[in-house]
């Protein structure tokens, strides 16, 4: 037959402490036994070795009975040199831990301080997180679809990007120096449209000319262009061809400086001549 002993008990968690406290398990005061057992290891805290495990322990938000088993480990081996030949130590810190522990396991008061963590979880920090979980998965659900909706946007623009960079017979790798070599092209353009525009624009000006009657004068414009082509402004308002045409000089960027590098600008040292008045007196 099985041990009675350990046959396990269903205990609702709500009622775990009232159920310690009931079958005499813990002392009925032991919430003052834990406000001392709090004051002793906030003094105990103050005084440690330097280990890393010691102080990843103390940096939790609750150092509960199993917390403090563990560091009462470490110090074994931290204080062994405070051994004495009775298997005692003579280390302070040792002592301290040790009443502590002492304490915890008086009236099992250890077992009602962890149950009373456990229903705090159970009850508030476990349905929090499942708040923040469930939140943080809408939020990320929503991410998601934000990502596919700017994926989608992004690869129209591209779309409507390349489309324009073919209307304008451009690759698109380098837009404005791509641009700039349109421009360039401009003027060899227009001499060869003036040039058309002689050849051709003299019949049409002539039959609507007919069509409208001789007495008045039609197309001024388009005249000048039929007889001067490709030609400027200066000589359609003067009528007098200019000397010389000076074409606006088309420059292309730098490079743009990377974003790690600062650029300090040109600030050249230049010597300052004698007959220089600075404007200090």
Same mark, same amino acid.
């Given at each position: ?6 046959v396990p ?7 775990l402490l009232?159920w ?5 398990h813990?002392?009925?005061k032991?919430?003052s ?6 004051e002793k290891i ?15 322990l103390?940096?939790? @938000?609750?150092?509960?009975?199993f917390?403090c ?11 062994a040199?405070?051994k004495n030949?009775?298997?005692?130590y003579s280390?302070?810190?040792m002592?301290d831990w040790q009443?502590?522990?002492?304490l ?13 963590l ?16 469930a939140?943080?998965?809408q939020?990320?659900?929503?991410y ?10 992004a ?9 324009s ?18 421009v ?5 353009q ?6 058309a525009a ?7 000006i002539?039959?609507?000319?007919? @069509? ?10 388009l ?13 359609w308002?003067?009528g007098t ?5 000076e ?10 400086v990377?974003e ?17 008045? @600075?404007?200090?007196?």
């Open positions: 037959m099985e041990d009675h002993q350990h008990i269903d205990i609702q968690t709500s009622k009232d310690l406290v009931d079958r005499r813990c002392s009925l032991w919430q036994l834990v406000l001392t057992i709090r906030n003094a105990a805290i103050q005084d440690m070795p330097e280990s890393e495990e010691i102080a990843q103390l940096s939790g @938000s609750y150092i509960h009975y917390h088993l563990r560091i009462l480990d470490l110090l074994k081996g931290t204080e040199s405070t030949i009775f298997g005692r280390s302070q810190r002592k009443e502590i522990i002492a915890y396991e008086k009236d099992n008061t250890y077992l009602v301080e962890l149950s009373s456990l229903v705090r979880n159970v009850n508030y920090e476990i349905p929090s997180l499942k708040k923040q979980i939140k943080c998965q939020l990320q659900q929503e998601s679809r934000k990502e596919e909706e700017c994926q989608a946007g690869a129209e623009m591209r779309e409507q990007f390349y489309h960079c073919k209307q304008y017979g451009i690759m698109g790798e380098n837009v404005r120096g791509e641009l700039l070599a349109l360039k092209d401009l003027p060899s227009l001499a060869e449209i003036g040039a002689q050849q051709s624009l003299g019949e049409a002539d039959v609507y000319q007919a @069509s409208v009657g001789p007495t008045e004068q039609v197309l001024p414009m005249r000048f262009v039929q007889k001067r082509g490709n030609s400027t402004v200066y000589e308002r003067t061809e200019p000397s010389v045409v074409r606006p000089h088309l420059e292309e960027l730098p490079e743009q990377a790690d590098a600062i650029d300090w600008g040109d600030f050249g040292v230049e010597a300052v001549s004698e007959g220089t008045d @600075s404007g200090i007196s």
